[in-house]
């Protein structure tokens, strides 16, 4: 496994480690400068109109973009600094799938890139954000093993 594979892998386990992602059940996929997000569509995630919570939409845009920044930086943790979201059709069953992609980057700060689709790969989002390095060390003590 070369470096960049095993950096990916300790960045998806330290994803899947995190308590939250035990109710959202999601499968991340991680390469270079790109992460894929699966999040299977549950009844409890609907609003009143009975349709996926725009919360849901931010998680899956967010993470994703995340993980993809992640993985161009392997010495700390990253933070979300802002985040856009655009939430262009609603989602009742199925998964909710989302690919991002890092978009540019510099010394400390990254631009990315997320798109929502559904089962059918219809859009059903989009987002950007912008991300930049912490003073996190990546370690066992935030999942990264």
Known sequence: MSTADD????????YASAPINRYFAP???????????????????????????????????????FFAVSSLVLDVFVL???FNVYLTRPITEGVIRAAARVVHRS????????????????????GSGSFMRSSIALSPAVGYA
């Open 107 to 126: 010394k400390n700060l990254f631009l990315a890139e997320s798109e929502l689709t559904d089962a059918q790969g219809l859009a059903i989002g989009r």
């Open 80 to 82: 979300t600094v802002s």
């Open 27 to 65: 499968e991340l996929r991680v390469s270079e400068g790109r992460a894929d997000l699966v999040i299977p569509v549950r009844a409890d995630f609907f609003h009143a109109a009975h349709a996926v919570h725009g919360s849901v939409y931010f998680k899956a845009l967010d993470d994703s973009a």
């Open 7 to 14: 950096h990916f892998a300790k960045l998806e386990r330290m």
